[in-house]
């Protein structure tokens, strides 16, 4: 008896070498990237959040040092919790980095706002 093996991603038999086990080299890149999104789940989203917080960080700083309310940058989608680094200066105030584009948090005129560098 002659065992057919069948492609995991398609369904449809292999033909050729007795180990193969993807017919294309599209179903094996198929199969790769769905493995991958499995198992970096957490990093890929970190990694998505990271990329989204730049962008609103970086919409928002038109010269340099700007200061923006909180619920503007929230309701663009920034999250604070998602930062590659932070800073702290010589008064002792953190800057939180997303790769190039800092935020520190302040409290002006009894508003919460962040001063984005």
């Known amino acids: 008896m ?13 033909k050729g070498r ?3 086990k993807f017919c294309s080299t599209k179903c094996k890149s198929i ?4 493995t991958r999104q499995k198992k970096e789940a957490f990093y890929l989203e970190v990694d998505r959040r990271l990329k989204t917080n730049r962008k609103v960080l970086k919409t928002y700083n038109f010269r340099g040092f700007t200061t923006v309310r909180k619920e503007l ?6 999250d604070p919790n ?4 932070y800073w702290k200066n010589s ?3 953190i800057y939180l980095f997303v790769y190039d584009y800092g935020f520190l948090d302040l409290k002006k005129s009894g508003k919460d706002k962040y001063l984005i560098v």
């Open 82 to 85: 998602f930062f590659t680094h």
């Open 91 to 93: 008064k002792g105030d």
């Open 31 to 34: 199969h790769q990237y769905e």
């Open 2 to 14: 002659i065992d057919h093996k069948i492609c995991p991603v398609c369904e449809s038999p292999l």
């Open 18 to 20: 007795s180990d193969k």
């Open 73 to 78: 940058l929230i309701n663009d989608g920034f």
